[in-house]
């Protein structure tokens, strides 16, 4: 008897399609063909990384980034949001990893943990599955869950919250800065109440928090202190890296991020030893240290692939150069926007800070007519995010928020729109994004 298709035509391109969000923001296609097992010289159409992720630009700062698969000089059809970078280098050291190490908890594991603890400045760093699951198991290993509040920003990715939610606490919303992008450390402040265990600011777009208030703010009080820094690799504040400033750091590796591991992955940094160990054991499903059948803990599957752990030790080495890039870039964005009528730039860097430009985000009331007629000009620009987390459906159900609750996250949902960022981005491409918006925005 013929094997069955393990997937019938329209339930692929179900599957596929429900995923479309992640193909545009990653620049992968997406194509429609199906396994078709009756026909073995049909391969399985994956999805063309090396092809279109590592399409890189000549960068016009003195860095190297390789290698490139479109003719120099020949300018991007359609400027994208982001574009992940996957080199050689990183395919051998998966390829490496692959053959000659145990695919969990291999050599690059623990490597890559060193090196990015080293990177950081702190003690330890622990690797695990996601960002989210960082900063949920960074909470369970602070023995933070239920019955206990945590105090963060409305105006984050939602996941930011649903780790609290995961680790069995809940989220206490605190409204972002007066003219500001990040979470208010006098709003916060006044949130403080008898089950207030922890406070995750967020350094948003690579914009560093006021981590010096916070940090005095849990001082004070007896709170734990954690950094979101998932999109802040190598931001600093008063020298020091973000996520060596709190109790820990949680960062995610989502190939968006400024750095990947060629899939999703998370790391928590910190330089106490007992949350180390407990957000070890933890995302390793409770194991007892050195043991493989006793468990102290109820814990989770959540570790990094050792794959992963070799592509993000290549990405590790490539994050300064990158970072100078963006930052380069966003220079030029400033210069090309700073007087340009109905837009407001990105909060410009105290001399304590430095920001690493995850995103470069700026503010318009015309928004969404803007970010129309980019797309039409073959510029795509990002939404980051259309509805702060206190008004997504789960929490307004859950805790009965509605609109007005946060008044300046929710008119930055309204009003951010991120314009074109990554390291290989040109000059003349930053040129044409700001040319395309000083036309878009004529009446
Ligand atoms: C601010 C923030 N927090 C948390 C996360 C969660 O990270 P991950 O997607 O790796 O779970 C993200 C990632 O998108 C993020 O941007």
Redesign the pocket.
């Given at each position: 008897m013929k094997a069955k298709a393990w997937e019938t035509e329209s339930g692929f391109s179900r599957s596929i399609s429900r995923y479309r969000y992640l193909a545009e923001d990653l620049r992968m296609p997406l194509r429609k063909e199906r396994i078709n097992q009756s026909d073995p010289s049909k391969t399985f159409p994956t999805r063309t990384l090396n092809n279109l992720v590592t399409e890189n630009a000549p960068l016009q700062a003195p860095i190297s980034v390789e290698p490139e698969s479109r003719p120099r000089g020949e300018p991007r059809k359609r400027i994208h949001l982001a574009s992940p970078i996957i080199d050689a280098e990183m395919k051998a050291a998966a390829l490496s990893a692959l053959e000659n190490e145990m695919m969990v908890m291999g050599e690059s594991v623990f490597k890559f943990e060193e090196e990015f603890a080293q990177y950081c400045g702190t003690k330890y760093a622990v690797s695990t599955a996601?960002?989210?699951?960082?900063?949920s198991i960074t909470m369970q290993a602070l023995n933070i869950g239920h019955g206990n509040e945590v105090i963060t920003t409305p105006f984050?990715?939602i996941?930011?919250a649903n780790?609290i939610v995961h680790a069995g606490a809940d989220p206490i919303f605190a409204d972002v800065e007066d003219s500001g992008i990040n979470l208010s450390p006098s709003k916060t402040r006044a949130k403080i109440g008898p089950k207030t265990r922890a406070l995750i600011p967020?350094h948003?777009y690579g914009h560093p928090s006021r981590i010096d208030e916070f940090h005095d703010i849990a001082a004070e009080t007896g709170l734990r202190l954690i950094e979101?820094a998932?999109?802040a690799h190598g931001a600093e504040f008063r020298g020091r890296r973000v996520g060596s400033i709190g109790d820990a750091g949680?960062f995610?590796?989502?190939p968006a991020?400024n750095m990947t591991v060629g899939g999703?992955?998370?790391m928590i940094t910190t330089n106490n030893e007992e949350l180390a160990d407990a957000a070890r054991s933890i995302r390793d499903c409770g194991r007892d240290k050195n043991s493989k059948y006793y468990h102290g803990r109820i814990g989770f599957t959540s570790r990094l692939n050792t794959v992963n752990a070799a592509i993000g030790r290549v990405q590790l080495k490539r994050l300064e150069a990158w970072t100078q890039a963006r930052r380069w870039l966003s220079e030029r964005y400033r210069q090309e926007l700073e007087n340009v009528r109905d837009v407001i730039l990105p909060p410009l860097e105290r001399s304590t800070e430095k920001a690493v430009y995850h995103l470069f985000v700026i503010r318009t009331k015309m928004r969404d007519q803007l970010k129309k007629r980019l797309s039409d000009k073959g510029i795509e620009a990002g939404i980051h995010y259309p509805r702060p987390i206190h008004l997504q459906a789960p929490y307004r159900q859950m805790y009965g928020y509605t609109e007005g609750a946060f008044p300046l996250s929710e008119s930055l949902s309204n009003e951010v729109l991120s314009l074109p960022i990554f390291p290989t981005l040109t000059e003349d491409e930053v040129i044409r994004v700001c040319e395309a918006l000083k036309q878009s925005l004529a009446p």
């Amino acid at each position: 008897m013929k094997a069955k298709a393990w997937e019938t035509e329209s339930g692929f391109s179900r599957s596929i399609s429900r995923y479309r969000y992640l193909a545009e923001d990653l620049r992968m296609p997406l194509r429609k063909e199906r396994i078709n097992q009756s026909d073995p010289s049909k391969t399985f159409p994956t999805r063309t990384l090396n092809n279109l992720v590592t399409e890189n630009a000549p960068l016009q700062a003195p860095i190297s980034v390789e290698p490139e698969s479109r003719p120099r000089g020949e300018p991007r059809k359609r400027i994208h949001l982001a574009s992940p970078i996957i080199d050689a280098e990183m395919k051998a050291a998966a390829l490496s990893a692959l053959e000659n190490e145990m695919m969990v908890m291999g050599e690059s594991v623990f490597k890559f943990e060193e090196e990015f603890a080293q990177y950081c400045g702190t003690k330890y760093a622990v690797s695990t599955a996601s960002g989210t699951a960082a900063l949920s198991i960074t909470m369970q290993a602070l023995n933070i869950g239920h019955g206990n509040e945590v105090i963060t920003t409305p105006f984050s990715f939602i996941a930011t919250a649903n780790s609290i939610v995961h680790a069995g606490a809940d989220p206490i919303f605190a409204d972002v800065e007066d003219s500001g992008i990040n979470l208010s450390p006098s709003k916060t402040r006044a949130k403080i109440g008898p089950k207030t265990r922890a406070l995750i600011p967020v350094h948003l777009y690579g914009h560093p928090s006021r981590i010096d208030e916070f940090h005095d703010i849990a001082a004070e009080t007896g709170l734990r202190l954690i950094e979101d820094a998932c999109q802040a690799h190598g931001a600093e504040f008063r020298g020091r890296r973000v996520g060596s400033i709190g109790d820990a750091g949680c960062f995610s590796f989502y190939p968006a991020k400024n750095m990947t591991v060629g899939g999703d992955g998370g790391m928590i940094t910190t330089n106490n030893e007992e949350l180390a160990d407990a957000a070890r054991s933890i995302r390793d499903c409770g194991r007892d240290k050195n043991s493989k059948y006793y468990h102290g803990r109820i814990g989770f599957t959540s570790r990094l692939n050792t794959v992963n752990a070799a592509i993000g030790r290549v990405q590790l080495k490539r994050l300064e150069a990158w970072t100078q890039a963006r930052r380069w870039l966003s220079e030029r964005y400033r210069q090309e926007l700073e007087n340009v009528r109905d837009v407001i730039l990105p909060p410009l860097e105290r001399s304590t800070e430095k920001a690493v430009y995850h995103l470069f985000v700026i503010r318009t009331k015309m928004r969404d007519q803007l970010k129309k007629r980019l797309s039409d000009k073959g510029i795509e620009a990002g939404i980051h995010y259309p509805r702060p987390i206190h008004l997504q459906a789960p929490y307004r159900q859950m805790y009965g928020y509605t609109e007005g609750a946060f008044p300046l996250s929710e008119s930055l949902s309204n009003e951010v729109l991120s314009l074109p960022i990554f390291p290989t981005l040109t000059e003349d491409e930053v040129i044409r994004v700001c040319e395309a918006l000083k036309q878009s925005l004529a009446p």
